[in-house]
């Protein structure tokens, strides 16, 4: 069975600190698709990452991909009040169809 | 507007009282899926959709059953709720499959099954 572990669980910061948050599996993933996730809303698509070693930014978002696709780590610069959410990895699972997800990382930037 | 739409956004009803929740893409999309989210579970694939009349289990299908008799629409369908059905819903939507596809997210709909 494909998982996904996301960590730390929750992460309270202030305003302007950097963060990392993991995502890491015993599997080996095609791709991983990290969201984030506002209160009362679905999850939106941040970055998706393909090769091993790969590495994508997004303004203060940087995402990395393992040699092994094995992992992904996402890193947040200066972190501002607007980035607090929920942020899940996702990747698939046992067949074409099959999207699992890391039960993901509670943000919280304070100001 | 390119979106994903759900209905009901809550409801409240009692168990085996059978009821379905709607989900519609406006994408012409042809992968559809059903996930719950419960606290400390996160997100959890129930059923999803490759295409019309094409579905599959996901990873918690019991208690639920599905229909993709036409592209647009993905309902979800509960004939015998429980109360362990009780958690908050999301219908996804992408062009083709799941792989380098981004998925798209209605805004959920939340169950209480009492």
């Known amino acids: 069975t494909q998982l996904l572990e996301q960590s730390p669980q929750f992460l309270s910061i202030q305003e302007g600190e950097n963060l990392t948050v993991y995502c890491n599996s015993s599997?080996?993933?095609?791709?991983l698709q990290w969201y984030r996730q506002e209160p009362g809303e679905g999850p939106v698509l941040l970055v998706t990452?393909?090769?091993?070693?790969e590495v994508k930014k997004l303004k203060r978002l940087t995402f990395q991909f393992g040699d092994a696709r094995k992992d992904s780590s996402l890193h947040i610069t200066a972190a501002q009040p607007g980035d607090t959410g929920l942020y899940l990895c996702?990747?698939?699972?046992?067949?074409?169809?099959?999207?699992?997800f890391g039960k993901g990382t509670k943000l919280s930037v304070k100001p | 507007e390119a979106q994903v739409t759900q209905n009901p956004r809550y409801l409240i009803t009692v168990t085996g009282k059978k009821l379905t929740v709607t989900c519609s893409q406006n994408?012409?999309?042809?992968?559809m899926s059903w996930y719950r989210q419960d606290p400390g579970l996160g997100l959890r694939q129930i059923y999803y959709s490759m295409n019309v009349e094409v579905t599959d289990k996901g990873d918690v299908p019991e208690g639920y059953k599905v229909s993709r008799k036409e592209k647009r629409n993905f309902p979800l369908i509960l004939e015998s709720p429980s109360p362990n059905q009780t958690s908050l819903y999301f219908c996804a939507s992408s062009f083709r499959g799941i792989s380098n596809q981004p998925q798209h997210f209605g805004d959920g709909t939340r169950l209480s099954i009492l």
């Open positions: 994408m012409n999309h042809e992968y």
């Open positions: 599997s080996v993933f095609s791709s």
């Open positions: 996702a990747g698939t699972g046992r067949s074409q169809g099959n999207l699992i």
């Open positions: 990452v393909v090769t091993g070693g």
